[in-house]
């Protein structure tokens, strides 16, 4: 998979280098870039953003380093690429999309700031990629950059290969629908607190069963928005 990431800072990106995703990079299944946006503006002080026009707090980003940028980095693409633009006001991004976009060859995150980009922008970008505004959640980030990191590091440990043991993706959070039931090591009694009784009985269907319904209270009682979807699922 090919990632381009678009931001006026592209150093937030450096921690991408790290653990898992340094080494899908290492092992050439994942080539990830990021660029500077300013590095496609042409005057002296490097303009990305101007005033809004019906007035309005704060700065709009300008629209042609944008195009420049999306220019550039789909002028040699082999493949149609998606382009997605984090903001607060996208779909909101979930584990069934992230699975939806590790299947894709090529990814650009366009990393917005101040008050957003230039609403022109994202027409323009639908003539060179699938385009897509993405939200983490309902909640308000200064920018993408952050936004970009978490769905790169979620889409990109579900590209296979890139996690060592594929075993471990199948029982996480969200996965069936549900949430993760609870995990314990050793000592088998830690300051006053023992191990679920069960777990240490080498009693396997019995293990899978309290499990199974350790993932459903608690998905009752911390999430019951996702129950309707869950039970549909099973
Ligand atoms: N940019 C600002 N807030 C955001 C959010 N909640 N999700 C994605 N991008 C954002």
Redesign the pocket.
Known sequence: MRIDIVSIFPSYFDGLTLSLLGRAQDSGLLQLRTHDLRDWTHDRHRTVDDTPYGGGAGMVMKPEPWAQALDALTANAEQHPTIIF???A?EVFTQEKARELASTQHLIFGC?RYEGIDERVFDYASSLGSVRL???????????EV?SMAMIEAIVRLIPGVVGNPDSLVEESHEDGLLEYPSYTKPSTWRDRPVPEVLLSGNHAAIAAWRREQQWERTRTRRPDLIDGAASDQ
């Open positions: 984090p903001s607060p996208g917005g993405m939200s983490l959640g309902d909640y308000v980030l200064n920018g993408g936004a």
